[in-house]
């Protein structure tokens, strides 16, 4: 088995036979809500959310398990019946040939191809799968050929139609059919459940779904009525017959005729079940067959949006335009020494777009929750998406805020509007410890990249539910009917500043801490499979990027003050938080005593009054109490084992014990404390040297694509968390989990670990990109298992951190309050031949186009900035960084791309 091959630079590739690899599936989907996925035997299935599946929902077991596909039959005369979509009983077995069709798939952004040539047969079949942009549809393109010789063809598109909420797969499956109301038109089937059974209980059903189909003749007379069905298959059970299957379906086998427009059935399982007329194809014709299933407010509704795409031209015409808008949405480009990874790259980039689209439910691993993504996701799928696409960004990243707490703690249900947060309904008084640092990082990264400083000072409600003193209590006196924002005294709405959530999220985490004096852990961390050291368990690991977030955010008070603003107001209960002396950070009793004196006073409502303090003021306590957690760590987290590895510690369990070092079962190691102890800068040189070694002795595995999230602890660790309960070398307990392991990569860059940094990266990449091993479509997946093989592929955090690593680490891209600084990182081994290493991207509104030229083939730490020219005006003298104001960058055209060559000597 080879791999697969890149067609271009945008990413498309082809894989030559992929059913042959298990597991595989592809995402198809639009900005109206349809969410499909796609398997080389066009199984898989489409929704628009938890309660409305076209299809039925897969999970990855079924992508092998289940008969029920986008099929599409042909009865050959004379051969007998073959299955486009390779999903026959006899294909499948291999039984019917003497020698495989010939499969070879292609595809980019939302569209996916697959070629089948059976000799036996004697025919040919490409069918190419999308979803338009502007419809709740998906559409298959079917094209059967006569490559060798003349054949007769009755063909037969048979897609069961599910129709109904997920939850129904086990629950009331059969019942649920009951409900269905089936009706077939001269265009195809329509299915109209009369109810719909799930968790909002029995309601009038809404959705309409149907299929509807076509046939074209090449060559086609323009203004022809495309042809429509010859009759339909709509009820399971008859299509396959006693004892049949949607495998081997009876009614084809045994010939039986289809039923015509104007059938009414009740109460039975649908199938899009579409017969076209059979004919004659001479050898090297070809016939198009067009399949088109969706969803629809009405049945005139669900035809009106069909019909169109039963015109080959219209479908053709649609597909172009979905693959054109989604390749543009993608507007960095990189050249490297490696075309692989340039056009692996595309793909990474186009995880981030998948995420929001699809939540973290949706693709077939990824079988839970019922849609949305929870609030880490949110603010880190911003990171990237605030890169490639910065217009709207300030809009969500300042509605986002609209779900913190007074108490610092966040709602965790969001909603489908942009900034909706929702009570949670079960009352789960779950809090995650890590929450409160990701919004200051995104924000942050916001103001370097764009200036917009002003963005601190617009203010904001607060989100307000029963939940009190960071879930550990409640506000018996709020009731739903107050709403979900926090309100005054006198019940008014309360609003504060994005600078002050910030600070509610951090100064609260400061106060929110365990005996070790480091901050709780509470429901978990990044690791969400952290989840059982509530009571004493501490998180060391994000007690670090607290303190880095305290320290950057008193940094960027000081740049504030240093452009003359004086002053900011404050709500007035938070000034309690704002205590400044040695002894309080030293006494861990007194801090949770002082944090809850703070919670009790926002428990129910605000003073809403506000005080002023001086920037000054301000920035020298956040950094002082940043630099206060930095030493601390330091001081107390630094472990050797008697092999003379030294690492920091990550945490403690829920007995108050340290997590790593030696152990009787074997050395314990976390990656997640090395990384953050590294990116906040409170490792020293020689200790992320010493980290590096530990790392690589105990958490790398070449054969896996790089580094692990921790040591086999051998102990189902019930002090600590569920992911001891997972086999060891899978998700969270010790696999390779390529968020952490390029957030791992992405701090040794920040700290000039350049070597270092690359080979995380690359070992990363190159597992990936091995089809062999990794047996994924390009891109980056949640982790890579202990068989090697890739997980959860697209929807996964690690694709936002590897974009911002590649470009603002590796290319060296970055902002600096709306400057473009250009710092590049990268190895000799990534120019091309020519010694040139290029990246386009949008800053400022601008495109820029940034060419690095290292002509003497000089290694990172080797060569500096020599030269720099901006369409081709030479610029600057010999530096480390270049410096492009952000004056500079709004003089500068709009409508047409900036070079910038720099020439590193
Ligand atoms: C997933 C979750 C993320 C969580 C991580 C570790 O990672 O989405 O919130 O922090 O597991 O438990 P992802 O798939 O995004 O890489």
């Known amino acids: 088995m080879k791999g697969y091959q890149y067609l271009d630079e945008n990413g498309t590739f082809s894989l030559k036979d992929p059913e042959l690899t298990g597991y595989l599936y592809f995402p198809l989907a639009n900005e109206k809500g349809v969410m499909a996925s796609v398997t080389p035997s066009l199984g898989g299935d489409n929704k628009m959310g938890q309660n409305t599946f076209l299809l039925a929902p897969v999970s990855s077991e079924e992508l092998h398990d289940k008969k029920g596909t986008r099929n599409f039959w042909v009865n050959i005369k004379e051969k007998g019946l073959w299955s486009a979509a390779g999903a026959s009983a006899w294909q499948e077995a291999g039984l019917f040939s003497k020698e495989k069709d010939k499969t070879l798939l292609m595809a980019g952004m939302m569209w996916h191809t697959v070629k089948r040539t059976s000799k036996e047969y004697g025919i040919e079949a490409e069918i190419t ?69 799930d968790e909002r209980g029995h309601r009038k059903n809404e959705v309409v779904y149907g299929v509807a189909g076509s046939a074209e003749a090449a060559p086609h007379m323009e203004g022809e009525a495309p042809e429509l069905p010859a009759g339909f298959y709509p009820v399971i059970e008859d299509f396959i017959g006693e004892g049949g299957s949607l495998i081997n379906p009876r009614a084809l086998l045994e010939e039986k005729e289809p039923v015509k427009a104007g059938f009414h059935k009740d109460g039975y399982e649908t199938l899009g079940g579409i017969a076209y007329e059979t004919c004659t194809l001479k050898k090297g014709e070809e016939k198009t067959y067009i399949v088109v299933i969706g969803y629809g407010k009405s049945k005139e509704d669900f035809l009106s949006q069909a019909k169109p795409y039963l015109s080959k031209a219209y479908s053709e015409k649609a597909l172009a335009e979905a693959k054109k808008s989604w390749l543009e949405k993608l507007n960095i480009k990189y050249h490297t020494a490696s075309k692989n990874f340039d056009a692996w790259m595309q793909w990474v980039d186009f995880q981030p777009i998948l995420r929001r689209i699809y939540g973290c439910s949706f693709l077939p691993h990824h079988d839970y929750g019922k849609g949305g993504r929870g609030w880490r996701d949110l603010w880190q799928d911003c990171l990237a998406l605030l890169i490639m696409n910065p217009e709207g960004v300030r809009e969500m990243l300042w509605s986002n805020y609209a779900g913190v707490r007074a108490d610092g703690s966040n709602a965790t249900i969001i909603g489908t509007e942009q900034g909706e947060f929702i009570a949670d309904r079960n009352n789960i008084t779950r809090v995650w410890m890590d929450h409160g640092v990701w919004p200051f990082l995104t924000t942050r990264l916001y103001i370097m990249q764009t200036g917009d400083t002003g963005l601190l000072f617009q203010e904001n409600t607060y989100f307000k539910d029963p939940q009190a003193v960071r879930g550990e209590e409640k506000d018996l006196l709020w009731k739903a009917e107050d709403g979900n924002s926090l309100r005054t005294e006198e019940q008014a709405e309360y609003k504060g500043t994005v600078l002050e959530h910030v600070l509610i999220q951090l100064l609260t985490a400061f106060y929110d801490v365990g005996e070790h004096n480091h901050m709780r852990l509470r429901g978990a961390d990044w690791n969400d499979a952290l989840d059982m050291a509530k009571e004493r368990g501490e998180s060391v690991a994000f007690s670090a990027l607290y303190g880095q977030n305290l320290v950057q955010l008193g940094e960027m008070l000081r740049h504030l003050k240093e452009e003359g603003m004086e002053k900011v107001s404050l709500l007035e209960e938070l000034f309690i938080l704002l205590r400044n002396e040695e002894e309080l950070y030293e006494d861990g009793k007194a801090k949770a005593e002082l944090l809850h004196s703070y919670c009790d006073k926002v428990r129910h409502t605000v003073s809403g009054r506000k005080k002023e303090i001086s920037l000054s003021e301000l920035a020298e306590n956040l950094i002082k109490k940043g630099n206060w957690i930095k030493e601390h760590i330091r001081k107390t987290e630094w472990i050797s084992d008697s092999e003379g590895y030294s690492w920091y510690n990550s945490y403690y369990d829920n007995n108050g014990r340290r997590v790593e070092g030696d152990n009787p079962k074997g050395v314990r190691m976390m990656l997640t404390g090395q990384v953050f102890t590294i990116m906040s800068g409170i490792a020293e040189k020689e200790q992320v040297k010493d980290i590096t070694a530990a790392a690589d002795k105990y958490l790398y595995a070449k054969e896996l694509g790089g580094y692990k999230l921790n040591t086999d602890f051998h102990e189902l660790k019930t002090d600590l968390g569920r992911m001891f309960g997972f086999a060891y070398g899978s998700k969270e307990n010790g696999a390779v989990f390529a968020h952490m392991a390029v957030m791992y990569g992405n701090a040794l860059y920040q700290r000039n670990f350049i070597k270092e940094g690359y080979k995380v990266i690359n070992s990363l990449y190159s597992h990936l990109s091995d089809f062999e091993k990794s047996r994924i479509y390009p891109g980056i997946p949640e982790y890579i298992g202990d068989n090697g093989r890739g997980l959860y592929h697209y929807l996964t955090g690690s694709a936002s951190w590897l974009l911002l690593t590649v470009l603002t680490e590796m290319f060296g891209v970055k902002g600096d309050y709306g400057a473009l600084l250009l710092e590049p990182k990268l190895l000799k081994e990534q120019f091309d031949e020519e010694g040139k290493a290029e990246v386009s991207f949008e800053f400022g509104g601008r495109s820029f186009a940034v060419t690095y030229i290292n002509r003497e083939g000089k290694e990172f730490g080797e060569y500096h900035i020599g030269a720099a020219a901006l369409d081709k005006e030479p610029l600057g003298n010999e530096a480390e960084k270049f410096v492009l104001s952000r004056e500079a960058i709004q003089k500068l055209d709009s409508n047409s791309v900036h070079g910038i060559r720099v020439d590193l000597i």
Do not use: Q, W
């Open 129 to 197: 799968s999308f979803v338009p942009l502007a419809d709740t549809l998906e559409v298959m393109l079917v094209t059967l050929r006569a490559p060798f010789e003349d054949i007769t063809i009755t063909p037969t598109a048979a897609i069961p139609l599910y129709g109904r909420s997920a939850d129904n797969i086990r629950d009331h499956r059969h019942v649920t059919s009951l409900l269905h109301r089936m009706e077939t038109v001269k265009e195809g089937i329509l299915l109209n459940p009369t109810l719909t059974f």
